[in-house]
């Protein structure tokens, strides 16, 4: 798959998703039972925003467990604004990585006791540094770890690229893998085939999970706004689906 699948589509809205027989039956999971206390979290994030639009529910419940989680920044986004007068590469580069501070400090955690690591990768070419990424996870996961990353189908390069080098690093380092579809919520059907429904999970997010993970969201203003006549790089109807109460994965 490629970003013209993104790019292709009009995008599917969470009204027609209601409708999915196949999100309907997929298994429910509780988020302690998925990552319980003492279990650690390697949460692989292509650009600065994916760890929230992925699973700021969950995120949200690492408060005072920071110890636990592993947030590994792939790139720092300077991509998202392609020609634009107002969003140059280099101004992105440095406001992005502000803004998934900003956003990680909506969920009430302690930054100082993250492990938070920023490997700096080039946004839009991340599958040719994909070894690099796989070497890097190979130092850093241990047996029973969930190794967290995009869905290696999402639709978009780099989601895809992050998605095949947690594939690689997790079966290598025996690390429990959970890919997390994004732009899929946007170019598929509900009932869309090439999703792997047969491993699709939910874990549900109470009223005060939803609430951070939407501040969080908030937090990412370069990605919610206008830039002139282009549309915000988050589409509302993707969001609406990124904003329901759980968070789907592929276990």
Request: charged letters at 25%; proline letters at 6%; glycine letters at 4%.
């Given at each position: 798959?490629t970003?013209?699948?993104i ?10 998703w209601q409708?999915?027989?196949?999100l309907?039956r997929?298994?429910?999971i509780?988020a302690?039972?998925l990552?319980p206390?003492g279990?650690r979290?390697v ?14 529910g969950?995120l ?10 592993v ?5 720092d986004g300077?991509?998202?604004?392609p020609d634009?007068?107002?969003w140059?590469?280099h ?5 992005r990585?502000?803004e ?6 909506q969920?009430?955690?302690d930054?100082?006791?993250?492990d938070?690591r920023?490997?700096s ?13 796989v070497?890097h996870?190979?130092?850093l996961?241990?047996p029973?770890d969930?190794l967290?990353?995009t ?5 978009h ?12 690093a997790a ?21 869309d085939?090439?999703?792997?429904w047969?491993r699709a999970?939910r874990?549900?997010?109470d ?19 206008a830039d002139?006549s282009?549309?915000?790089v ?6 609406d689906?990124?904003?329901?109460p759980f968070?789907?994965?592929f276990?």
């Amino acid at each position: 798959m490629t970003e013209n699948l993104i790019q292709a589509s009009t995008g599917t809205a969470w009204a027609d998703w209601q409708h999915s027989a196949h999100l309907a039956r997929s298994k429910w999971i509780d988020a302690d039972t998925l990552c319980p206390p003492g279990r650690r979290l390697v949460l692989l994030a292509p650009h600065p925003d994916d760890e929230i639009l992925m699973a700021g529910g969950l995120l949200a419940g690492f408060q005072g467990r920071e110890e636990d989680l592993v947030l590994v920044s792939v790139t720092d986004g300077e991509g998202s604004h392609p020609d634009s007068a107002q969003w140059s590469e280099h101004r992105l580069r440095r406001q992005r990585p502000l803004e998934s501070r900003h956003a990680l400090q909506q969920l009430d955690l302690d930054l100082n006791k993250l492990d938070w690591r920023r490997l700096s990768l080039k946004d839009g070419a991340v599958r040719r540094d994909e070894a690099f990424l796989v070497n890097h996870l190979n130092q850093l996961l241990k047996p029973d770890d969930l190794l967290m990353a995009t869905w290696r189908n999402d639709g978009h390069c780099d989601h895809e690229a992050v998605g095949r080098a947690a594939a690689q690093a997790a079966q290598a380092r025996s690390a429990q893998l959970a890919e997390v579809p994004v732009w899929a919520w946007h170019w598929a059907e509900p009932d869309d085939p090439r999703l792997p429904w047969s491993r699709a999970h939910r874990y549900p997010l109470d009223d005060l999970r939803q609430t951070r993970k939407r501040k969080a969201i908030g937090a990412h203003s370069s990605q919610l706004e206008a830039d002139d006549s282009q549309p915000p790089v988050l589409p509302q109807h993707l969001l609406d689906c990124l904003l329901q109460p759980f968070e789907l994965v592929f276990l």
